[in-house]
């Protein structure tokens, strides 16, 4: 996938970036925090449909995705989740499954059933079309050519990741959203949120996951 693999330590079963110095989820639950930030967050599964394209910022354990395949089967339709994530430092797949072993129910076999040592690029199923753009997503971001319908900002923490969050990275977010198309986030940094707003989004802080008072979501206009 990529030469750069993240470097981390363990926090009991949750994974901690050391480059970053900050946990790929919540320590209190992370299924949880995927499911009421990014799906909640992005209105779903009410908007799944055929075709329907979630964008990523920050693959981290593979949790968001699996998540959100989990309540796309369960809801019920036709046809095929598009995901497209972008991941500068990919997790050695070792590593993932391991982290992916706290949650139960879970399709984690998509990936815990893989021998090699990281994650290819490009994995598709029957109901799922899942693609990984390695590489800084301020570089790989601006030249992709999708458009999505709901993004989850999943970076690490602004005030540690800071190049994830710039007005730069929220604009191309807004020109890689379909119209009316939605993004969720755990942050709600007052420079986010006006980044956000400034590149056309209608913008709304609510309350966070857990221990977070507030997090931010919004919709293209």
Sequence with gaps: MAQDQHKIEWNGDVPVSTQFDDPFYSFDNG?????YVFLQGNDLPDRFQDG????????GTGLNFLTTLRAFREAGGPG??????FEAFPMPLADLKRALGAFRGLPSDIFTSLT???????????????????????????PWEG????WYLDGFA????????????????????????????????GDVRRALEAAGFAVTRCAGFGRKRHMTRGRLR
């Excluded at 329907?52 to 693959?59: A, M, T, Y």
């Excluded at 994650?119 to 570089?139: K, S, T, V």
């Excluded at 458009?147 to 709901?150: C, Y």
């Design 31 to 35: 299924l949880a925090e995927s499911q």
């Design 147 to 150: 458009v999505v319908d709901a």
């Design 116 to 142: 090699d040592e990281t994650l290819p690029l490009r994995m598709e199923g029957n109901d799922f079309d899942l693609r990984i753009i390695p590489g800084q997503a301020g570089r790989t971001l601006p």
């Design 52 to 59: 329907f394209h979630v964008g990523e910022l920050g693959f």
């Design 158 to 189: 602004p005030a540690k990741n800071p190049g994830m969050w710039t007005a730069e990275m929220m604009a191309e977010v807004a020109k890689h959203t379909a119209p009316g198309g939605t993004f969720a986030t755990y942050t709600a940094v």
């Design 80 to 85: 095929t989740l598009r995901f497209t994530s």
